[in-house]
């Protein structure tokens, strides 16, 4: 059964099949797909039925340059603001498609098929669209909301287990920040069949849609509650700055684990709360261990985008499915890890 939730009624996010969905929900107008290589290989004639620009896969791709490569290409096609742009793939694409769909002739509409996990449950939703420049991860961007984002869990098939894993991290945050009955239910399968049980990946990629898109609802423009949605993410990006050896998801879930400690060294989080977080990252097969010494990754951080004044905002779990965004200085964040 498809499910629907909605974002500020503008975006319609579809949990069910893209081949029964996407006909649905695309516009009678002309449509340009916007996809990288690996999908135009594994999905050819979901992408080959309409006319179709193919960037490369992965995160060097994620640049300005890649933008203007479009924007070319689009002009050469004689794209209008009539054309609506669909992003078909992992978050590289949804954010590339947001980004120029948002600036090319001053906007045009847009829509994902959301086809990775960590996509499907947070890179697609919430209207943010950006591109990394230099060794900043987003630091130029948008805030538009796609018409719709369909996750099919289906298309999670041909995901290489390390690439399903990091997904899985952004759904360990989402229960985390707002749904303990998520995180009760990914404790009970997280030796089993988490990752390859269709019906199991649909209830948690519904269940984490859920909690991401009523904080957008909320606070669209990250001026308060949205900021919840960075847990984990401070150290994380730190960690992907300063080690290519782990992925975004693998960051974060680091980062989440060494935030949960240095919030028992604060009084905010009971250490049982911490420990049990631990134990089911651990279970989904991450490795919390930091390849590199604690101070470098810890004076990474000054370089985050979020920062103010010198004053980081951090966000700190109080408990499974709550959590509190406080204002450290630099030095006092510090303190907490060296």
Known sequence: MDAQLSIKGVTKLYVGRVATLLDRVLPKSRVVVITDATIDRLYPDLVRRYENIIIGSGEANKSLATVSTIYDRL???????????????????????????????????????????????????????????????????????????????????????????????????????????????????????????????????LRAVAVKSAIVEEDERESGRRRVLNLGHTIGHAIERTTREFNHGEAVA???????????????????????????????????????????????????????????????PERIGSVVVRELPYDEFERLFI
């Open 75 to 205: 002009m050469a096609m004689g794209a209008d603001r009539s054309t609506f742009l669909l992003g078909i793939g992992g978050g590289i694409v949804t954010d590339i498609t947001g980004y120029v769909a948002a600036t090319y002739m001053r906007g045009l509409d847009f829509g994902f098929v959301s086809t990775t996990l960590l996509g499907q449950v947070d890179a697609s939703i919430g209207g943010k669209n950006g591109v990394n420049v230099a060794d900043y991860k987003n630091m130029v961007g948008t805030i538009v909301h796609p018409r719709f984002v369909i996750s099919d869990v289906d298309m999670l098939a041909t995901l290489p287990k390390r690439e399903l894993r990091a997904g899985m991290a952004e759904v360990v945050k989402s229960a985390i920040v707002g749904d303990v009955e998520l995180f009760d239910y990914m404790e009970q399968r997280a030796g089993g069949d988490i990752y390859t049980s269709r019906e199991t990946l649909q209830e948690i990629v």
């Open 254 to 316: 680091i980062g989440m684990a060494m935030i949960g400690r240095a919030a028992v060294r604060l009084g905010i989080m009971e250490s049982g709360e911490a420990e049990r977080v631990e134990r089911l990252l651990r279970a989904l097969g991450f490795n919390l261990e930091l390849p590199v010494p604690i101070a470098k990754v810890v004076k990474a951080t000054r370089q985050d985008k979020k920062k103010r004044d010198n004053i980081l905002r951090v966000v700190l």
